[in-house]
């Protein structure tokens, strides 16, 4: 093992089920600042529209390690296997499949007295993430 690894994690906002009234745009403003940190893996939401294209990313932070955003916690619908697949083989365009981590978009709870989403649904969301991952995992190696 090679050390502590450090990350960055960028989250547009967990505080309501209200995709209207949370932050959006892709990442070229943070560009910049992303390409200098010292960090081998970003944590980008992507599970939503508001986050842009993968492109942005992709074309100047494939040397680095990234942790996908693939599944909203914020919303009761259970993401499909296969649109996870999808967001993954997007990305994959631009990192290799040791580089790339499925994730949620931020948390299922932001604050310890209001989760923002029931524990059944967060459960079944883990779960098409994993689903997902073997799929890609059996496609690429």
């Known amino acids: ?7 960055v994690h960028i989250c547009r906002g967990n505080w309501s089920k209200q995709e209207e009234v949370l932050l959006s745009g892709d990442y070229t403003r943070l560009l910049p600042a992303l390409e200098q940190m010292k960090v081998r893996q970003f944590v980008l939401e992507y599970a939503t529209p508001r986050a842009g294209d993968i492109e942005v ?8 390690e990234l ?4 599944v909203n916690p914020r919303t009761d619908e259970v993401e499909s296997v296969e649109s996870i697949v999808a967001k993954a083989e997007q990305a994959l365009r631009f990192y290799r499949p040791e580089q790339l981590f499925l994730n949620t978009d931020c948390g299922f709870g932001c604050f310890a007295s209001r989760s923002v989403n029931v524990e059944e649904v967060a459960f ?9 991952a073997e799929v890609l995992r059996r496609k690429y190696g």
């Open 1 to 7: 093992m090679d050390g502590i690894r450090i990350g």
């Open 57 to 64: 990313v992709g074309r100047k932070l494939s040397d680095r």
């Open 67 to 70: 942790g996908l955003g693939v």
């Open 124 to 132: 079944k969301k883990l779960c098409a993430i994993v689903a997902a």
